[in-house]
Nanobody, 119 residues
Framework: QVQLVESGGGLVQAGGSLRLSCAAS????????MGWYRQAPGKRRELVAT???????DYADSVKGRFTISGDNAKKEVYLQMNSLKPEDTAVYYC?????????????WGPGTQVTVSS
């Protein structure tokens, strides 16, 4: 099994910054990628950013230039630095891990951390 624990959420004013962290534990071999998703009230969960084992990154258009994803392979942690936050960034942010299990990709999710940006 894989366990993911997020931290770093909170309340911040528009224009401010937050840094989210996610620690992975358990059977964390054969990781394909890790990343962050978010879900605002009444909306579908959406991709925010991902990072592969080779440190290739991908971002949603809405966060490009403002958010930065990074990872620490030794600690099995992934981070999301969020700058220039906007009220529309308000959501529950979920850590995501994708790994091979018996040759097939499987997804794992953290419980989520709330990010609230006030105007």
């Amino acid at each position: 099994q894989v366990q993911l624990v997020e931290s770093g959420g909170g309340l911040v004013q528009a224009g401010g910054s937050l840094r989210l962290s996610c620690a992975a534990s358990g059977n964390i071999v054969s990781i394909n990628l890790m990343g962050w998703y978010r879900q605002a009230p009444g909306k579908r969960r959406e991709l925010v950013a991902t990072i592969t084992r080779g440190d290739s990154t991908d971002y949603a258009d809405s966060v490009k230039g403002r958010f930065t994803i990074s990872g620490d392979n030794a600690k099995k942690e992934v981070y999301l630095q969020m700058n220039s936050l906007k009220p529309e960034d308000t959501a529950v942010y979920y850590c995501h891990l994708n790994k091979f299990v018996y040759g097939m990709l499987r997804d794992y999710w953290g419980p989520g951390t709330q990010v609230t940006v006030s105007s």
